[in-house]
């Protein structure tokens, strides 16, 4: 049985869009301009600026009188509220799964947060598990990460395929295993000259697809 291994943030959910509609509230909640979306949102980097930082910064410009942790939790909140997964691609990874792959989520961040998301949007009930790199001990692009994947569902890597939107964290890694590749490119042009994705998809469930044609082929 071949392997699937499949990024969590950006590609299975849109934590982008879920992420907006939570500072949304948060906005709305303290009586703020929903205009100020776009500076919060660009100061998350696609959540690279790590919780503390972004809810730090956003105390200061608002000055608002809560402490880090309780905005830093209500950006976290936010994001689980409102991750969604869409019917397309719950209907893909389902026939992943009926067709004899497996469907295994390998994602960047802590345990809490990301289980919270598998769990809130039913992913949980789909896939054959998941790697979180804070448990794992290694984050993408660390090759041990996909090995660890690999290991929780007793697959070789040999056969499998990685789907993720980060040419360097999901793309870069999965080809350095020499694992055949999907980057969703989300309107993005692929960025680099000396390696790409093996197939480049617009959304989740045109990834999945292209993954199980490949194998009636
Ligand atoms: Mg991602």
Redo the contacts with the bound molecule.
Sequence with gaps: MPLLLI?????LIDRTAAFRLGVLDLLARHELPAGEVDWVVALDAEGETPRNAVAAAVIERFGLTLSVATIAESLRHGVVEHASLDDATAHALEEAGNTGWVPVIVTNGTTRQQEAKITAVGLDEIVAGWVISEAAGFAKPDREIFRIAARLVDLSLSDAWML???PEK?IAGATALGIRTVWLARGRHWPHATFGPSFVADGPAEAIEHVLRGSRA
């Design positions: 990024d969590l943030d950006d590609t993720g939107d980060n999901d």
